[in-house]
């Protein structure tokens, strides 16, 4: 079956432009997590959603980061006014449940100029 | 910020000999997982080991949980060129702590197997 796909691969955008990054996860999956990952900074968990349930926003760097997940399924990343440090790799993850193993996309590389 | 820590950072090995990684990691957790990744995208994931579990074999792997030292092994067998990557331990905090369900990863093993 499909894996988790992410659109698009790479992004070069300007400072303080505002940027969206779309995850679809496997289908039936019921949690999706969002991860970047940068040299400076290694992987870091971003927020994870679960179901119905309210997010876990816990690792969102800024209010400049968004995330919603429209009908229990594709997932959309918002970064509203790009910094440079803003640029990594930006990884989604789905599960079948939560506590389950985590399935990974293969990113979207987010340049910011 | 980083919770697991693998050693060694960089590992080289023949073709055919045993590559053993191992992780640190600081805090309770409900499982552990390890990933594999290659070129800097891509993370593949290779075996998931729960807090109750001490062992795990999926084909030529092998990874050893001990949670009194909070610690993992990751052991691969008769290694091959391809098995050239980074690998990642990661762990998922205890169910209803900090940390629930977001995987908290470690700086990576940069394992070069020359054929």
């Known amino acids: 079956g499909a894996g988790v796909s992410q659109s698009p691969s790479n992004k070069v955008t300007e400072k303080g432009k505002d940027v969206e990054l779309r995850c679809d996860p496997i289908s039936g999956h019921t949690a999706l997590y969002w991860y970047r990952q940068s040299l400076g900074q290694g992987l870091e968990f971003l927020i994870y959603f679960q179901g119905n349930s309210a997010p876990d926003k816990s690792g969102l760097p800024s209010d400049r980061f968004s995330a919603e997940r429209t009908g229990g399924s594709v997932s959309t990343l918002t970064i509203q006014r790009t910094q440079q440090e803003d640029s990594a790799v930006y990884l989604c993850?789905?599960?079948?449940?939560?506590?389950?193993?985590?399935?990974f996309g293969p990113g979207t590389r987010l340049t910011v100029t | 910020s980083q919770q697991g820590e693998e050693d060694p950072q960089a590992l080289s090995i023949q073709e055919g000999e045993n590559a053993t990684m191992n992780c640190s990691y600081k805090?309770?957790?409900?499982?552990l997982q390890w990933y594999r990744q290659n070129s800097g995208r891509g993370l593949v994931h290779l075996i998931l080991?729960?807090?109750?579990?001490r062992e795990k074999h999926s084909g030529r792997l092998r990874v050893t949980l001990d949670t009194s030292k909070k610690s993992s092994s990751l052991l691969i067998t008769a290694s091959r060129a391809a098995d050239t990557a980074s690998y990642f331990c990661a762990t998922e905090g205890a169910l209803g702590g900090a940390g629930s369900y977001q995987l908290t990863f470690g700086k990576g093993t940069k394992l070069s197997v020359i054929p």
């Open positions: 993850a789905s599960s079948l449940l939560a506590g389950d193993e985590q399935y």
């Open positions: 080991i729960r807090s109750n579990e």
């Open positions: 805090t309770s957790i409900n499982n």
